[in-house]
């Protein structure tokens, strides 16, 4: 059994960033290691528990992806064992759950492509009829899919601080048209090629983000996570259309079944604000959380 990590705490490396889930450490000047904790955030905050097994989970599911989808955009894996840049003792926290990756120039935008309208884009729906800027058709319900998929960006925000939407006009601005052009063609076609391949896993993908950086001679380049039920809706297709029927949030792999119960809590009878520290998680919810990150890549993997 891998141990449960909450925090890495590695003194062989320098720390350069501390995430809502992976520490970044310096190994060099041109390379980054990348730990996944097993830690948790909804609504942008840090929980306080643990999930344990999360971690490696998302790390193998990240390279299930990376390797699948290499043929449209390069990635940042630079195929080196991330054990090798940490010393013996310091292994346990690396092992299974860390990526040895090249250090990028990131881009700072969220590549968000919905295929389903859910979550942030459900509620800015009713409002305006609209994602991001995006004029969707009329009578759409919660769940349900769209037309096509549609490329939805939000800027990146800053740990314990909400990413927002914004329009692809907005995304132009910071990175100017042609990467913009190349970011959402990207961004689509990796969506497309991924959701068709899950549903054939008996899971819908509803959304995802990716992030991007530019290497040294400027290559536009896959990096961080990758359709993970961090960065991703998954819904298992069983369950689903019952959902959809009553307007309801459809059964998930991904972090919705902890977004929902911190919605339906009660501290001294009133909502949890969504602002640190959050409510503690009870084991049942901490236990069927790990339970289905597992599922999603058993199921993934056949």
């Known amino acids: 059994m891998t141990p449960v990590l909450h925090t890495s705490a590695?003194?062989?490396?320098?720390?350069l960033a501390r995430g809502k889930v992976r520490d970044n450490y310096a190994v060099g000047k041109d390379r980054l290691l990348m730990v996944a904790s097993d830690r948790l955030s909804a609504f942008d905050v840090i929980l306080g528990e643990p999930i344990p097994g999360k971690g490696v989970l998302l790390t193998q599911m990240a390279l299930f992806w990376f390797a699948r989808l290499g043929h449209i955009c390069p990635n940042h894996l630079t195929g080196e064992a991330p054990e090798s840049a940490v010393t013996a003792d310091e292994v346990p926290q690396v092992a299974s759950r860390s990526m040895l990756v090249k250090r990028l120039k990131p881009i700072p935008v969220e590549a968000v492509v919905r295929g389903y309208l859910a979550g942030s884009g459900w509620s800015e729906y009713q409002a305006t009829q609209a994602v991001c800027g995006v004029a969707l058709p009329p009578g759409l319900k919660n769940a349900g899919k769209l037309p096509e998929p549609i490329f939805t960006p939000a800027a990146k925000a800053e740990v314990g601080e909400h990413d927002e939407n914004i329009s692809y006009e907005q995304v132009v601005k910071v990175v100017g048209s042609e990467l913009a052009a190349q970011i959402k063609k990207i961004s689509i076609q990796i969506y497309q090629e991924a959701a068709a391949f899950a549903l054939t896993k008996g899971i819908i993908i509803a959304d995802t983000k990716f992030e991007f950086g530019?290497?040294?001679?400027?290559?536009?380049?896959?990096m961080d996570e990758v359709l993970t039920p961090?960065?991703?809706?998954?819904?298992?297709?069983?369950?689903?259309?019952?959902?959809?029927?009553?307007g309801a949030n459809p059964p998930?792999?991904?972090?919705?079944?902890?977004?929902?119960?911190?919605?339906?809590?009660?501290?001294?009878?009133?909502?949890?604000?969504?602002t640190p520290p959050a409510p503690p998680l009870p084991p049942e919810v901490i236990e069927k959380t790990?339970?289905?990150?597992?599922?999603?890549?058993s199921r993934?993997?056949?």
């Open 230 to 246: 961090d960065s991703s809706r998954y819904w298992p297709i069983e369950g689903y259309e019952a959902a959809y029927a009553q």
């Open 252 to 274: 998930s792999y991904d972090k919705q079944f902890v977004r929902d119960w911190l919605e339906a809590v009660r501290i001294n009878g009133k909502p949890w604000d969504k």
């Open 10 to 15: 590695l003194t062989s490396l320098s720390l």
């Open 290 to 297: 790990a339970a289905k990150y597992q599922e999603a890549l």
């Open 214 to 222: 530019l290497d040294e001679d400027g290559t536009l380049t896959l």
């Open 300 to 302: 993934l993997k056949g």
